[in-house]
């Protein structure tokens, strides 16, 4: 009876393990199908994300947004000929409240900011993946601790924006590849990604 038992679990071990082995492999094909379609052409839909917000921002439907070419280029040229940029040469802003400040911070002031920065909405993450944030939770100014920055010390989008903010403002930035970290790879953050902002200028610097 005991030989008969033994023979009996071999074999069934015999005929599991394979079963085991297909399933880890099955499991790890899925995972490794499901990270590749998360990122899968990337670079075009970022390209096609930044398209369809530029959309909605020369639309303006609640007058609340705003279009800022890069504080590094010049509306017209040289004879005063209206220059013809690029959609991803501006930033998009939607205005999400108003401050009472009175004066834009400069080049080589210093900022105190709380914000923000997603990517693209994508399958795992509909309301884009966080990859940095100065405060947890819902944004409330009277209690968040804002992080410092010099305006000329970070990526073009967000120097391009602070210029134009005042103390009090609280924006959502949405900024294109090429005016963030373009085809260069951060720890979070993939090659050719656009960056949206939540961004609140709490203080100038100077």
């Known amino acids: 009876m005991n030989l008969r038992r033994n023979s009996l679990s071999k074999m069934m071990g015999a005929f599991l393990f394979p079963l085991f082995c297909v399933a880890g492999l099955l499991f ?4 490794e199908t499901a990270a590749v379609d998360e990122y899968a052409n990337w670079e075009e839909r970022n390209i096609a994300f ?3 917000i530029a959309k909605v921002a020369e639309a303006n439907a609640d007058g609340k947004w705003l279009k800022i070419l890069s504080f590094n280029l010049n509306e017209t040229d040289k004879d005063g000929n209206v220059v013809e940029w690029d959609v991803d040469d501006y930033i998009y802003c939607h205005v999400e409240a ?6 834009h911070p400069l080049f080589t002031d210093s900022v105190e900011v709380n914000y923000r920065g997603r990517l693209i909405p994508t399958l795992s993450y509909p309301d884009g993946y ?4 100065s405060y947890k939770g819902a944004l409330n100014p009277a209690v968040n601790v804002p992080a410092t920055f010099g305006v000329g010390n970070v990526i073009v989008g967000w120097s391009t924006a602070l210029q134009v903010m005042v103390a009090g403002d609280i924006w959502r ?4 590849a090429s005016l963030a970290y ?9 090659a050719y990604s656009a960056l ?11």
């Open 98 to 103: 108003e401050g009472t400040g009175t004066q």
């Open 50 to 52: 930044i398209d369809s």
């Open 28 to 31: 790890t094909s899925c995972e």
């Open 130 to 133: 966080v990859f940095d944030q």
């Open 196 to 206: 949206i902002f939540d961004m609140n200028l709490v203080k100038i610097l100077h």
């Open 173 to 176: 930035v949405y900024i294109p």
């Open 182 to 190: 373009g085809s260069g790879k951060q720890t979070s953050i993939p």
